[in-house]
């Protein structure tokens, strides 16, 4: 039987549970998602709230902002060609593997084969380097939520 490739995949702002685009990930006409864990970059990034839409935007600026907390899914190719499309890559977003602590695993016997000594795992990450300037004087947070006391809550594609 030909298995399908899945790939890893790390979310850190409108695609986590509870957040306003979740449903993508579980729309099964969408493609496969199974959720995975828990994890934070190993790198630290600028991740900031930015443009009318109040969009999460994970600056590709290593080494500069927080280890960003999020969630690592394992998709398929059907969701990741999905996700490239929803996160307008590569104009908007670029997806692009980076390392990934695992802090929370679901399963003991589902542990990638693929993580390190060190507990890390490489994940797509959707990050930009297509960014204002002045967007790196923005907070940087380590964490999103569209609810967050920011009061920055994400419009929608609808809403927009």
């Not at 190719?77 to 695993?105: A, G, N, V």
């Not at 959707?126 to 939520?145: A, G, I, K, R, V």
């Amino acid at each position: 039987m030909n298995e399908k490739k899945m790939h890893y995949i790390f979310v850190y702002g409108t695609l986590k549970k509870g957040q306003p685009n979740y449903h993508i990930m579980t729309d099964a006409k969408n493609g496969k998602t199974v959720f995975k864990g828990t994890g934070r970059t190993i790198e630290k990034y600028p991740l900031v709230i930015a443009q009318k839409a109040n969009i999460p935007f994970l600056m590709n600026v290593p080494g500069t902002g927080h280890h960003i907390s999020g969630e690592i899914y394992s998709v398929d190719d059907q969701m990741l060609q999905f996700l490239d499309e929803f996160e307008s890559c590569p104009d908007m977003y670029q997806r692009t593997i980076k390392r990934i602590e695992i802090l929370e695993w679901g399963g003991k016997d589902d542990l990638p084969e693929e993580r390190t000594a060190a507990n890390t795992i490489e994940c797509f990450v959707y990050s930009t380097t297509s960014y204002q300037p002045e967007w790196l004087n923005l907070p940087h947070l380590d964490c999103y939520d569209s609810y967050g006391t920011h009061g920055l809550c994400y419009v929608t594609h609808l809403d927009r």
